[in-house]
């Protein structure tokens, strides 16, 4: 494989953006990937998938290079040399050993030198696994040594590319059919009646079926939570932290655009990108609605179903956003356990009674989950039933880290 000098920079440029100016890297990537349209498919996928992975083994790359704390353009081409030399080798991959061209930005690339820090770092998870110290020694505290070696190193593999059919447009053998004729090949899952599993990583958002609505692209574990909440045609549903409305979607194609459903955000910008989602779905049940001050106690009692699908750290799809591991701290996870919480109790309101609430995130950590449901139990339990908890694992089913319970309310 011979590496093209302007692929390289682009890369190089990307990352710099992504650690020294905190660009997050999907929109970074996105636009370096726009600021030239000569670029074919396998030089966008160069770009892409390397800044992602040099973003995901950043930890790793910085300690065989043997950088220092503060970093220097040249740093980045190290880790770009470094990140090819090593990445068959970290693939487990037999691949013929690569060789750097004879750049001047490589010339302090000792490869020998790298060869023997790698093995060094396979001793010690957090620089193998490339994790902060604060973040590995969180994962261990809550989930325990084993589970957390097998979790963190499931969460740095990349994750299958899945889609959610629309129902409201479509069934899944037609999608499957016509990706086929566009030589895109997908698998299903008996779990998922929506789900197609892709092969390889195929750009699908340039597809006229994904601009007709045919689908979106959504985890396995993500389309597991809509048909937890149990919605029937007709019913009155509230998606309190509906976001941009990946599972509002899925809850309007499964009420079959009957009943009424009502997408609520504290940011109007997600909200407005949901309409957008929802026009082009053909989800036609539901409108949207900022969150104000007065907004929970105005509805209180009046949802048959409700989603509190929380802000969360995370830390269960880093697979698919691996530069929330640098971007994360302590003192942001401890606040969003404050907000978690204060949702459930406060928005959970808003349900009538023998209604169903499902309350979830999209991170592996039980104080961001399980123990918030346990609390609630424990402080308001004569109100309130558990009828059904989750967990899916990156590590166990191949699905993102996701939590989710429906609690009924007497
Ligand atoms: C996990 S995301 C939602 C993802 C979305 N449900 C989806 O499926 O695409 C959490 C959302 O909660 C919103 N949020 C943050 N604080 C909130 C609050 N106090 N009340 C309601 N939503 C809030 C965030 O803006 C974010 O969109």
Request: aromatic fraction near 8%.
């Amino acid at each position: 494989m011979r590496i093209h000098r302007p692929l390289a920079d682009a890369v190089v440029g990307t990352l710099q953006e992504i650690f020294l100016n905190k660009r997050q890297a999907d929109r970074a990537i996105e636009y370096v990937l726009k600021s030239n349209r000569k670029w074919g498919s396998r030089d966008r996928g160069f770009i892409a998938e390397n800044t992602y992975e040099i973003v995901r083994w950043w930890r790793m790359l910085h300690f065989v290079i043997e950088a220092p704390e503060s970093l220097n353009k040249y740093h980045f081409w190290q880790a770009f040399g470094a990140w090819q030399l090593l990445k068959a080798k970290h693939a487990n991959s037999d691949e013929a050993l690569f060789r750097l061209p004879d750049w001047v930005e490589f010339s302090k690339v000792n490869t020998n030198r790298i060869f023997s820090r790698y093995e060094e770092a396979k001793n010690i998870r957090k620089i193998i696994e490339s994790v902060p110290d604060w973040l590995d020694a969180l994962g261990e505290a809550e989930l325990g040594t084993e589970k957390w070696n097998k979790e963190i190193h499931a969460l740095n593999q990349q994750a299958p590319v899945i889609l959610r059919v629309n129902s409201l447009k479509s069934n899944r053998e037609h999608v499957a059919d016509l990706l086929g004729d566009e030589d895109i090949n997908a698998d299903y899952n008996n779990e998922l009646p929506d789900g197609l599993i892709l092969e390889g990583r195929p750009s699908v958002f340039k597809t006229s079926m994904f601009k007709d609505g045919f689908f979106e692209v959504q985890d396995a574990a993500s389309q597991l939570v809509a048909p937890m909440l149990d919605v029937k045609a007709g019913m009155r549903v509230i998606d309190a932290c509906a976001g941009a409305g990946g599972k509002t979607l899925h809850i309007a194609a499964l009420m079959e655009n009957k009943g009424r459903i009502i997408a609520m955000d504290v940011e109007e910008r997600k909200l407005q990108e949901l309409q957008k989602r929802a026009r082009r779905a053909g989800a036609m049940n539901l409108e949207t609605r900022l969150i104000e001050p007065k907004t929970i106690k105005r509805l209180q009692e009046s949802a048959d179903r409700l989603l509190l699908d929380v802000p969360c750290s995370g830390l269960g799809v880093i697979r698919r956003n691996p530069d929330a591991k640098w971007k994360l701290t302590p003192e942001f996870i401890e606040n969003l356990r404050t907000i978690q919480y204060t949702i459930l109790t406060q928005y959970s309101s808003m349900l009538k009674k023998g209604g169903k609430m499902v309350f979830a995130t999209c991170s592996l950590l039980p104080s961001e989950s399980e123990d918030h449901v346990r609390r609630f139990l424990a402080e308001q339990g004569e109100q309130w039933e558990l009828l059904e908890e989750r967990r899916t694992s990156p590590a166990e089913d191949g699905y993102d880290g996701f939590y989710m319970a429906c609690l009924q309310r007497k």
